[in-house]
């Protein structure tokens, strides 16, 4: 079965540090576009970061600098490692893979059900 | 970054009833442009992407149109599982950016 599963979130205290795991099956991350994306409770969709097949990293300016995005090919697993964190990043976090059209990422087309970080003291 | 504005914010409306939901982009983003529909408690799911090209699976009563700055999501004959959030997003260029949601909500 293709899916994504993510683990690793919780409750951190300001300045911590996290990293989520997206566990894939049925197809490779490494040959594959995977991305983060984001929503606090209540809120809209915030895209976090993408990896691209070649490696190439993207991040959303209110992550870079913290947020690290990679992969472990022999695990077939994306990481979002998350560094100084905030009351703000505060949300549920979703792996999900990219469409690819003509060799470009494009709408992400398969989800994990997303990992929960709250940053409070 | 570009913006993406999507109106309205919110929509009333009834089983069989079309719906059209507007998104604009700050910046022209040719057919970049990305639909999802999330339920309450849900994981987003992809409906139109390349601005008007319909996702495997997704009923052929939801269709997109628009290049350029400006696109819509059009549902005709709404059903009572098409209530939910849309959200346009652009992958035109990074940090990709999704609207801030329209809500389907019933009459």
């Known amino acids: 079965e293709v899916q994504l599963v993510e683990s690793g979130g919780g409750l951190i205290q300001p300045g911590g540090s996290l990293r989520l795991s997206c566990a894939a099956s049925?197809?490779?991350?490494?040959?594959?576009?995977m991305n983060w994306v984001r929503q606090a409770p209540g809120k809209g969709l915030e895209w976090v970061s993408i990896i691209y097949s070649a490696g190439n990293t993207y991040y959303a300016a209110s992550v870079k600098g913290r947020f690290t995005i990679s992969r472990d090919n022999s695990k077939n697993t994306l990481y979002l490692q998350m560094n100084s964190l905030r009351a703000e990043d505060t949300a549920m976090y979703y792996c999900?893979?990219?469409?690819?059209?003509?060799?470009?990422?494009?709408?992400?087309?398969?989800w994990g059900q997303g990992t929960m970080v709250t940053v409070s003291s | 970054d570009i913006q993406m504005t999507q109106s309205p914010s919110s929509v009333s409306a009834s089983v069989g009833d079309r719906v059209t939901i507007t998104c604009r982009a700050s910046?022209?983003?040719?057919?970049?442009l990305v639909w999802y529909q999330q339920k309450p408690g849900k994981v987003p799911k992809l409906l139109i992407y390349a601005a008007s090209s319909l996702e495997s699976g997704v009923p052929s009563r939801f269709s997109g149109s628009g290049s350029g700055r400006d696109f819509t999501l059009t549902i005709t004959n709404l059903q009572p599982e098409d209530f939910a959030t849309y959200y346009c997003q652009q992958a035109h260029s990074f940090p990709w950016t999704f609207g801030q949601g329209t809500k389907v909500e019933i009459k």
């Open positions: 999900a893979r990219s469409k690819i059209l003509a060799g470009t990422p494009d709408g992400l087309d398969l």
């Open positions: 049925g197809f490779s991350v490494s040959t594959n576009y």
């Open positions: 910046l022209g983003i040719s057919s970049w």
